[in-house]
């Protein structure tokens, strides 16, 4: 049996002990006989972020569809039959909606919006603009572990605290006078760490606190779990959904008003649309005397929602209503499945451990999944290794990438949660944002500490496999393993002269490589070789440089020189266009340049530049049917100074800045032909599909020296000239792409990281740059050309293994040898958002 069959048997056995033990707890068996047939597009995947969305169903989509196809919906503001259809259609599903949490329709009404932030905003806009038409201050309430969009009202409230669930308990349990208007918010369930919190606050806070009200965001919550308004006493004023969330589809967001409340709501100084009962357009400002229009009365939805409503939207909703209830039954039903299954994912990440002891990962949740009050089937947590020190979030999305898992990181919306759980001060904070940390951006680690987490998350068809697939995972990468006795890898080949086996231009940055001819010496720079990633394509709307990464069919436009001709022609291949097109090379754009090209702000890998944009049609004409994206050819044309784009955080021995112009992070990217050996042969081992060493997208190959030697190298010499070698290049996932055919495998990611990871990064190739032999700026490197290598000297306190500068080299001990000397770029958490291209 495989390992992630064996595992699976084993969890199959922990979920019978599982639902002994915790009797709410029950694994609903029949997901695993319809999930082929209703989810096909869970094929070969494993989807663990059903708290971000959770997944329609094919049978809902082609309900919809028959439905849509076959009857005719008019605007439901007109009075024709067909929008009164619209009409009967959308009030039945607010009763259905209102049916599913138990609210009773005379007591609650639905407002469709766009998605649970939409649902917030109505209710911080409303009381904002009630408090300044009674005069009174706008107190605002809001729980840590709020998801940015409770964060955002804020500002418009005229005080505005956060609380721990200790000052939650005391402030919705003290009484207060009269007189008092404000709001408590707070998540029912936190979309970051899965922790649930309790109903009772609203109703301690209605007895406690007259003139306050609650909004509870049920967004979290209600994905897996039902929601009980039954007790209107007890019922929050407001709640907030996202429907996708809990169907998949449609992407629609609810707010629940309790009827009772809603008077609050009636302020909003906006209005207009289907809100408005009369309305006029008179010649000058309108005054709260004589206003211009008289807004409608009536239930919530009839005064709040401005517009025409998504009517197909909500359609959708009332099938998708009925066949998520076709399917599962009940939010109870899911709910105890998700708890059985929450329950395992939990108890196997907690039971795995390094050889020393030390815990895989930190949960961030003082609860346990069992008690289904307290600990949704979401968790947070990040890997840690045996030394205790974390592994950078980002780095374990792009090793989950490689096994088709799918999950969410980063500071997950949960600015609060983040602050507690990573214990990040206010200060750190701050800092972090000076230094630059930004929502979404790479910066995973810093001063040692996470900025953001992992987050998994279970939904109602998920499955027993889906969990071990998920622990296999973590086995495979993030368990150390005790060093193994085996010496590994012996090359059949002995160690021979370096030579230079190929080299490879990115005329087009993204693109595929260029291989010069054998006969063909090429010219090195300052920046690089001469015409390597000279040119890029652009996005037509954002401007942004386009990479491999978002547009993967990028691998399939081939570029080639002529020096003679001063031609770049560009060749596609299993693209939809057939014909080469040809741009010229001339070094100095003619004077008429606006005809041709146009300044164009842009940006790559973070870095603000300005290139020159092809506007002539044939050549946006191309690009864009080539890859179906409104695209563009730009060039940036080489100057000595690299256009003023220089290698950051390098460390390495040579003075004063190096230039890259559009490469990533250094001028030149140098790989040993030989070191994909060792990698290959453990990839062959497991029967995997062994990697050409183009997906490294260097541009000289080195052949002849043992594995790794390029680890030590210092200086590599050809001709009269020499280069510098700067540092080992981080690989991601991108290294998956075959750069023939542009599909992705697992490999040789998923090898490449048990073997070269230092730091949890990991390391493949050396980048360069052209130091000058005699004095000149440029060289010439050819095919063939011998190569004299000048070693480091070892350092022989940063040579030593135990340093925790080595290899991993769990399992297969190939690199004991290797390790970094301290001053190359292997020792800065340079966050590389691109890290090939
Ligand atoms: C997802 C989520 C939101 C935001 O929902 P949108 O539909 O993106 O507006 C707010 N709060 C919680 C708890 C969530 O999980």
């Known amino acids: ?89 959308i009030e039945d599903t607010r009763v259905r909606v209102l049916q599913l949490f138990n609210a009773d329709s005379e007591h609650f009404d639905v407002v469709f919006c766009a998605n649970a932030t939409a649902a917030i905003r109505i209710v911080s806009d409303a009381l904002a603009a009630h408090a300044e038409s009674v005069g009174k201050r706008f107190e605002y309430r809001v729980h840590e572990d709020a998801h940015t969009s409770l964060v955002g009202i804020r500002p418009m409230a005229s005080d505005s605290l956060t609380l721990d669930s200790r000052e939650m308990d005391a402030f ?12 408590v918010a707070y998540p029912a369930q936190s979309n970051m760490s899965g922790r649930r919190y309790p109903l009772s606050w609203t109703q301690s806070l209605r007895m406690n606190r007259p003139g306050w009200y609650t909004l509870l965001d049920a967004a979290a919550l209600v994905t897996t779990s039902p929601l009980d308004l039954s007790d209107r006493d007890a019922a929050p004023d407001f709640v907030t959904l996202s429907f996708y969330k809990m169907f998949g589809y449609p992407d629609l967001g609810g707010l629940l008003v309790r009827k009772e409340s809603s008077s609050v709501l009636q302020g909003r100084h906006y209005f207009g649309g289907g809100t408005v009962s009369f309305v006029m357009n008179p010649r000058n400002h309108p005054s709260r005397h004589a206003p211009h229009a008289t807004r409608k009365s009536g239930d919530p939805h009839d005064y709040l929602e401005d517009g025409t409503v998504p009517f197909h939207s909500i359609i959708a909703l009332d099938h998708a209503l009925l066949d998520h209830k ?18 395992l994912l939990y108890e196997a990440i907690k039971s795995r451990k390094h050889p020393n002891g030390r815990h895989v990962a930190e949960i961030y949740t003082d609860q346990h999944p069992s008690l289904s009050q307290l600990q949704g089937a979401t968790f947070a947590l990040n890997f840690q290794r045996s030394d205790g ?3 950078g979030y980002n780095d374990v999305l792009k090793l989950a990438a490689v096994r088709n898992i799918h999950l969410r990181t980063g500071g997950l919306c949960n600015p609060g949660g983040v602050m507690k759980w990573m214990e990040l001060s206010e200060r750190e904070m701050q800092e972090n944002f000076a230094a630059g940390k930004r929502c979404g951006d790479e910066w995973d680690l810093m001063n040692g500490k996470p900025t953001g987490a992992v987050r998994i998350s279970l939904g109602a068809m998920s499955t027993l496999d889906d969990v071990a697939a998920f622990i296999s995972f973590v086995d495979e990468f993030y368990v150390e393993k005790q060093p193994s006795l085996n010496s590994g890898f012996s090359s059949p080949l002995p160690q021979q002269g370096a030579k230079v086996k190929r ?27 001469e015409y390597d990633r000279e040119f890029c394509l652009i996005h037509q709307g954002t401007g942004r440089v386009m990479d491999m990464k978002t547009y993967p069919k990028m691998a ?53 530049i300005v290139v020159q944009a092809y506007s002539e049609k044939r050549i946006s004409d191309w690009f864009s049917s080539a890859l179906g994206v409104p695209c563009t050819l730009a060039r940036y044309p080489s100057k000595p100074d690299g256009g003023g ?41 497991h029967g995997g599909k062994q990697a050409d060493i183009s997906v490294f997208r260097s541009n000289i190959v080195v052949d002849g020296p043992e594995p790794f030697d390029e680890d030590k190298w210092l200086q590599i010499g050809f001709r009269n000239s020499s280069l510098q070698i700067l540092g080992p290049c981080r690989r991601c996932h991108m290294i998956c792409i075959d750069q023939d055919t542009s599909e992705r495998s697992p490999e040789p990611f998923a090898t490449l990281s048990k073997m070269r990871t230092i730091n949890g990064k990991v390391y493949f190739g050396q980048h360069g740059t052209f130091l000058s032999g005699d004095n000149e700026d440029t060289g010439l490197i050819q095919i063939g050309d011998e190569l004299e290598i000048i070693y480091l000297v070892p350092d022989p306190e940063t040579s030593d293994t135990d340093s925790g500068e080595s290899y991993n080299t769990d399992s297969t001990n190939l690199t004991a040898e290797s390790s970094f000397p301290k001053t190359t770029a292997a020792n800065t958490e340079t966050p590389s958002s691109c890290v090939i291209s």
């Open 389 to 391: 020190s974390f592994i």
């Open 326 to 343: 076709r399917l599962y039954g009940s939010f109870k039903t899911i709910s105890q499945h998700t708890q059985a299954l929450g329950i």
């Open 172 to 183: 919705v349990g003290s009484k207060a006078s009269t007189g008092g208007f404000g709001l």
């Open 503 to 529: 080299i490879s231009i990115y005329p087009i940055k993204s693109c595929a490589p260029f291989n010069i001819p054998a006969t063909q010496p090429w010219k090195v720079m300052a920046q690089g070789l």
């Open 556 to 608: 399939l436009i081939r570029p080639s020189i002529n020096l003679e001709e001063q031609t770049l022609s560009i060749h596609p291949k299993g693209l939809p266009v057939s014909a080469v097109l040809q741009i010229p090379l001339r070094e100095h754009i003619p004077s008429h340049s606006h005809l041709i090209t146009k300044k164009c702000n842009s940006k790559v890998c973070g870095d603000s």
């Open 1 to 89: 049996m495989s390992g992630r069959a064996q595992l699976k048997a084993d969890l199959g056995k922990d979920l019978k002990r599982v639902e002994r033990v915790f009797p709410e707890s029950k694994y609903n068996a029949q997901v695993e006989e319809f999930r082929d047939a209703e989810y096909p597009q869970l094929k070969d995947v494993t989807y663990l972020d059903h708290a971000a969305t959770t997944l329609y169903s094919s049978s809902l989509i082609d309900t919809i569809s028959t439905d849509l196809k076959n009857n005719l919906f008019g605007n439901p503001h007109s009075l024709c039959p067909s929008s009164q259809a619209t009409m009967r259609r």
């Open 645 to 685: 784009r220089f290698m950051k955080n390098h460390l390495g021995q040579k003075k004063g800045e190096i230039p890259i112009a559009l490469r990533n992070e250094s001028p030149i990217l140098v790989t040993n032909q030989r070191s994909l050996e060792p990698i290959n042969q453990v990839i062959s081992t």
